[in-house]
């Protein structure tokens, strides 16, 4: 394609083609200024490029007119290979999109459509039948079929006054302090036994788990390096939680606060005397949360919900990619037996009725010229696939349209899920 840059000379851009390793900096800076310019550290910037697929992402490249070729980076968009559960327990291959960014002075001119276009034919030509990505501006990707499907709990709980009871068993355990880097492993191990408990969690690739250990001082904003507490029964570590402690001292005394990173645990009890023992650190009065599963336990456990101060936020979007082999990875809380007429432009091969029959056990879905039960679009399918969204408010919305009594109601209960869909950290 062509545009025009602002200096009026004429520039062509390439159509999105596959990032080569000598093409890394150039790419990720057009990224980075794209969020705002400010600079990683070294450390950050490391970790970006070892876990960048090279293979699985995408730029685009500007030539002048003239094709000396000394052109530059204008768009940018990757694909983690990743593996996310679904209602049921399977780790469905999913591309983890990523790190898309489009240079401000080629707005509005198609890159961003051509990378997605290019992006969903390599996920289809892979066999991964799902894509998903957080969004940095919500109205963007649904004109691309995706759709928010999973939330965040935020909270700042006010610990000065509000108790949290436990259940029994709790005292059980033992917590101590420990170094987050030497106890990585260990906690990892936790963190790989809850994946199959909770659908929208991610199966961790090697180096992945670095992630969670950058610590860099400018990000701190005032407070303490990265702290760690496992909780352990019977000498097996059971749970553990990463957090941050900032100190603040009025006229009156301490109002320091916690800020919560990540707290994963094996049962209740083990995930109950991990928050007692944050709601309890000495000279603090807040404890911060920021994108916790909807449906956690905490929540009733404290004296006072309103001194929480809970806020909710989307988090992943999810795109099926291949309608029937979506909808046959996961499994049904109620027997469903529906015929979906899907409308899908952008990917059009997914287009069309699809009958779905499923139970807890499995579910087979395929291509049917039966009349329909129910009409939707694949964003639709998408906000509803991890059980977090209602295909009931979907209708109720107007965004399902029920064709036959009674489908709608049978799918959204067959649809739901036990526990609600959870991201567990963003990419």
Not at 180 to 205: F, H, I
Not at 333 to 358: H, I, K, M
Not at 380 to 408: F, H, I, N, W
């Amino acid at each position: 394609m062509t545009s025009e840059a602002r200096d009026g000379a004429t520039r062509s851009a390439t159509g999105p083609r596959v990032l080569r390793p000598d093409e890394w900096d150039e790419w990720y800076d057009t990224l980075v200024r794209a969020f705002g310019g400010v600079p990683e550290t070294t450390e950050e910037r490391e970790l970006w490029r070892a876990l960048t697929p090279f293979p699985r992402s995408l730029g685009v490249w500007e030539e002048n007119g003239g094709g000396s070729g000394d052109g530059g980076c204008v768009g940018t968009a990757g694909a983690f290979d990743f593996r996310l559960t679904v209602p049921g327990g399977a780790s469905v291959p999913t591309a983890g999109v990523t790190m898309v960014s489009v240079r401000a002075t080629h707005r509005r001119r198609g890159v961003l459509t051509s990378m997605m276009r290019r992006q969903l034919d390599d996920v289809r030509a892979w066999g991964e039948p799902l894509a998903a990505l957080t969004a940095s501006e919500p109205d963007i990707y649904g004109r691309f079929g995706y759709a928010a499907a999973t939330f965040g709990l935020h909270a700042e709980i006010d610990t000065s006054r509000v108790r949290l009871s436990v259940p029994a068993g709790t005292d059980d355990l033992r917590l101590r302090y420990v170094d987050p880097a030497a106890t990585l492993d260990v906690c990892e191990a936790v963190y790989a036994r809850t994946v199959p408990e909770r659908a929208g969690m991610l199966a961790r690739r090697p180096g992945w788990e670095r992630l969670a250990l950058l610590d860099p001082e400018s990000g701190r904003s005032g407070a303490s390096p990265l702290q760690c507490v496992l909780a352990e029964r019977d000498g097996e570590v059971v749970g553990y939680a990463r957090f941050r402690v900032r100190p603040e001292w009025t006229d009156r005394g301490h109002n320091g606060q916690v800020l919560l990173q990540d707290l994963t645990g094996l049962d209740h009890m083990s995930e109950a005397a991990l928050w007692r023992f944050l709601f309890g650190i000495d000279l603090t009065t807040t404890l911060k949360v920021r994108g916790r599963p909807m449906d956690e336990a905490w929540q009733h456990l404290v004296s006072d919900i309103r001194r929480c101060e809970l806020r909710v936020r989307d988090s992943l979007y999810v795109r099926l990619v291949d309608v029937g082999a979506a909808l046959e990875a996961r499994t049904y809380q109620t027997p469903v037996d529906v015929v979906l007429d899907v409308e899908d432009a952008f990917c059009p091969w997914n287009s069309g009725r699809w009958r779905l029959s499923g139970d807890a056990k499995g579910a087979v879905c395929g291509r049917t010229s039966d009349a329909a039960d129910l009409a939707l679009s694949v964003r639709e399918l998408g906000a509803a696939y991890l059980g977090g969204v209602s295909l009931g408010a979907l209708g109720a919305a107007g965004r399902v349209r029920e064709l036959r009594q009674g489908a709608l109601a049978e799918a959204a209960v067959g649809f739901g899920a036990v526990a609600a869909p959870w991201l567990p950290h963003g990419f």
